[in-house]
């Protein structure tokens, strides 16, 4: 039979003993992260009155107004950033401590939950889920895969229902809540293709403004949030009343073409982050049997749509898990040459000319220290050294 865990409890001003429950605490941070309580509810997958409920229990808890509700969202208070500290806090080490007690019991090793999206480029997810599963493997560390989209905020981390996770920074690094910690590992472009007939096609580049002007085939939202977003309030700076249109069929890039070239009006199609920056050449033509012959793929100038691909953890980790995370990123941006692993796929090998990580001299003085002080391992197994917060 289940039972119902404990909550912990606090005694009221009038004596009467009230009771703080992990999921007040959960929602509490959900809506701190989100900013407002239609976004917090919609990412905790609870209906917004509850979740309102829920936060009003929690102030009559702790006796004191935890946010400022404002037109614009709401703002924390002093007394509610102080409980957003300890609900992280507490949060993080009950999963921590769960972990520990499934362990003492017989029941598994230590787990790290991976978020790997299914948008993500095949030369990114194959090398970084290859290699951050050797460095696992090394520390006995059983890794959970976990295939789902993100959102910019990283929510489902944030959240703590998941402890990593590979995705796109589309605010920039420093955008993140402390909370998180990054490596960024490169750089992505979207394919664009667009009719032969139009004239941007015979230079084989398209300015922002061309692109915007045309009918554009992509998503949809479901399928990678952050990056639909960002992208979109791109092309709405150029045009405000930019939307993009839904792919007929998602999964086939061939058919989306087909679409786009007996489409009545001028049509393009943009694929997700998809190569290396800058590694593209100009114009490409597809075998003249298909009936896609008359669509083109051109280069977006000066790259306004170029995407981050990052490896995100939670910082309140333990530190043998983000001492993983740190050296498979760091072993994707900067391989070691004396290392006998496989090669690093050769679109990959520009990664180091293009990493953007919030922390950076942090995570160099890590670096340094770690080579300092660990003894030499085998590769991928990750150092043993310290692991420390950035400042």
Known sequence: MNREPEPVTLSGSAGATLAI????????????????FTRAAERMFIAQPTL????????????APLLQRRRDGVRLTEAGA???????????????????????????????????????PDSLAVEAASRLRSTAAAADVEITWIETPLDAEFSLIQQHRADAGLGWLTAGPEALPAALDVMGLAEFEPDVWIPSAHVAARRGTIGLAELAQLDVIYGPRRAEPGIYDAWTQVLRGVDARFEFSDPPLRHSLQ??????????????????????????????????????????????EHRPL???????WSGDLPRTLQQILFDTAE??????????????E?????????????????????SRSLSRSAPATSCGSGRSGRMTRRA
Not at 259 to 276: C, E, K, R
Not at 306 to 312: C, F, P, R
Not at 354 to 364: I, K, L, M, N
């Open 21 to 36: 429950e992990l999921r007040h605490l959960r929602y509490f941070v959900a809506l701190a992260d989100a900013g407002n």
């Open 52 to 63: 309102s409920q829920q936060i009003r229990r929690l102030e009559e808890i702790v006796g």
């Open 82 to 120: 102080v409980l957003l500290d300890a609900s992280r806090a507490v949060l993080s080490l009950v999963n921590q401590e769960v972990n520990r007690t499934r362990q003492a019991a017989g029941l598994g090793r230590q787990r790290l939950r991976v978020v790997v999206p299914p948008g993500l």
């Open 255 to 300: 058919m989306n073409l087909a679409f786009a070239a007996t489409a009545d009006l001028p049509t393009a199609v943009l694929s997700g982050p998809s190569f290396i920056a800058g590694s593209r050449p100009r114009l490409i033509r597809l075998p003249r049997s298909a009936i896609t012959q008359q669509m083109v793929r051109v280069i977006l």
């Open 306 to 312: 170029a995407a981050t691909a990052a490896l995100v």
């Open 331 to 344: 072993s994707i941006i900067s391989p070691d040459p004396a290392c006998p692993a496989r090669p690093v």
């Open 346 to 366: 050769p679109e990959l090998q520009a990664m180091s000319l293009s990493v953007t990580q919030r922390g950076w001299p942090w995570a160099q003085r890590l």
